[in-house]
């Protein structure tokens, strides 16, 4: 807690000693525009005041690097570059030295390459995000703007330039100071999308307020006077740099390079390189800029044979990804369709074969372990189906759990290759087994292009699948049977259960193939009473607590037997949990809430409408509307709230269309109560 107090209070003197500052600094301003450069208050000003504006900022770069660790080595260069701006004015007033270079310069001159150091040690522990080619154009544009400068301000020097080598190096010194801090600014200017953020702005401001000043006073070194208004840029570009140390950077990691031009920055640092070339070859300009945009233009080549080289990468990367199954790896629909036309392009030799799986049992799977094991059983089924063809073909997967297999086959090795297949794409387990349909097309003899080739391998899948579904019907009817046999006035009310839940669950979205599964449920959902004593199902009365023993095991005995056929094993599930209630206080499971399986909720709540509206040996059955308030008073407790808002409406819109007479649906001998 003392550490952050202290920091805030670092904070908040450095807020008010720069607020200060810049009052100080307009009235500083004020005076050298109002008074004549030899008047008492403009030497005041021009002494004191400026010394006090440049030894100000000074200390308020250094206090941020007192608060900030990270860009403590930073802001501490930046401090020390203002410092020797500081010590230099101070030294020049006391000593007034003749020549060249003085003391004086040594510290002027130490300005630029620590500032310039500070500025790249900011950018250093933002810049790991950014790419190669990023970095690249920060480079070239700093290379650029160096070459600008080297153009327009070094030869302002070159030009008037006179006396001594120390005194010319001396004053060539401060435009190469120049050009080194203009390169810099531009160059992460350029990193930044030209989504300049304040802080760089303000840096950005300030280098340029000394480029300005130091390019004006070399061109009119020789006119220059103590306390003009060129003197306002100095101490101007100090409290500016300054000012960057109390903003905070919106984002400290990364750069904001989103949305910025491909090519935008390598296009202005070539047509500005070219800009001194072409003015070099009528007017003439140094070496050094001639060789600074030479270097741009080697920069801009190397920038687009980058670019080029990322376009390819990001196009075989794209077409990779078009071409590909996310989940799995394998090829997808359109990967199949380019293999095949290249494929039927000649006449294939040996034959092709093309077989379409669609996995049976695969959604009881899901709906039994959840979305995350079934897209890693679809994930192992398509490694092993990869497998099969070896090099001689490839495998698909379609989307959802529909794979793909096309493959070169020699005569008598077609059904090798189909068994293969097919067992690829089969798994079993505790609780689960998963096969697959499927149908096959030898190309090119039975198809000869690729529409005609997919639709005949969809027929013939979607006619095994048919065959398979008559084989369910066919078990279906035989438990129908033994219920029958059992209790025959069974049948009309599990089949209105049925005819309830689908019309429940398509309005709630259920797909077809989940329909169909929820009306076997809800047909077979009492199963397990076929191991119930007849003397507790048929009792008039109340069930004692062995009693309700029994009941509460038929769920369990269902599942049991459902099991047995694999075409009944996602039926099985939502038997077992038909009689689970929304609180959790259901059988046999204790199942709560979203844990029980919709197509469970589903039947439970239709089971006990239907239980309600159906005659017994001890009641009458209940007016349509006085059981539909029963659901709504245990809507929450026994039956999921939605589920009740549907079938209430189901019901009313059954009743109202007639499908109801007298307010009552058509009697049942059904015998057991809904808490059954």
Known sequence: MADTTFVQLQRSWAGLALASSFAVFAVYATVILLTTPSGGLNVFATGWLYQGLIAGAALIAAARAAVVARERLAWALIALSLACTSFAELYYIAVRPDGYPSLSDGAWIAFYPLLYVGMVLLVRPRGRPVAGALWLDGLTAAVAAAALGAAILLEVVLRTAEGSRAAVATNLAYPVGDVLLLSAVFGVFSLTGWRIERRWLILGLGVLATTVADGIYLFRV?????????????????LLIAAAACVRARDERSLRIEGRPLLAVPSACALAAIGILVFDHFGGVNLVAVGLATLTLLLVVVR??????????LFALTRHESMTDALTGLGNRRKLVTDLERRLEGRPTPETLLMIFDLDGFKGYN?????PAGDALLVRLGEKLAAVPGERGSSYRLGGDEFCLVARVAPGETELLIDRACAALAERGEGFDVGSSFGAVLLPDEAGDVSAALSLADERLYAQKRDRRGDVD??????????AAREPSMHAHLEGVAGLAVEVGRALGLADE????????????????????DEI???????????????RQHTVVGERILRASPAFRGAAAIVRSSHER???TGYPDGLAGEEIPVASRIVCACDAFEAMTSTRPYREARPVDAALAELERCSGTQFDPAIVEILVSVARARRDGGGLRDGRPAQSGERTSPAR
Do not use: C
């Open 304 to 313: 687009l044979a980058f670019t080029f080289r990322e376009n390819a990468r």
């Open 582 to 584: 929304w609180d959790g």
């Open 367 to 371: 709906d039994s372990f959840g979305h």
């Open 474 to 483: 066919r078990g279906m009817d035989a438990f129908l049977e033994a219920l």
């Open 222 to 238: 020789d006119s220059y006077q103590e306390g003009s208004k060129l003197d306002i840029l100095w101490p101007a570009s100090s």
């Open 514 to 533: 989940e329909l169909h599964e929820l009306a076997r449920a809800a047909q077979l959902h009492d199963l397990g009473k076929v191991a119930v004593p």
């Open 537 to 551: 199902l048929v009792k008039p009365t109340a069930l004692d607590e062995r009693e309700w023993s029994f009941i």
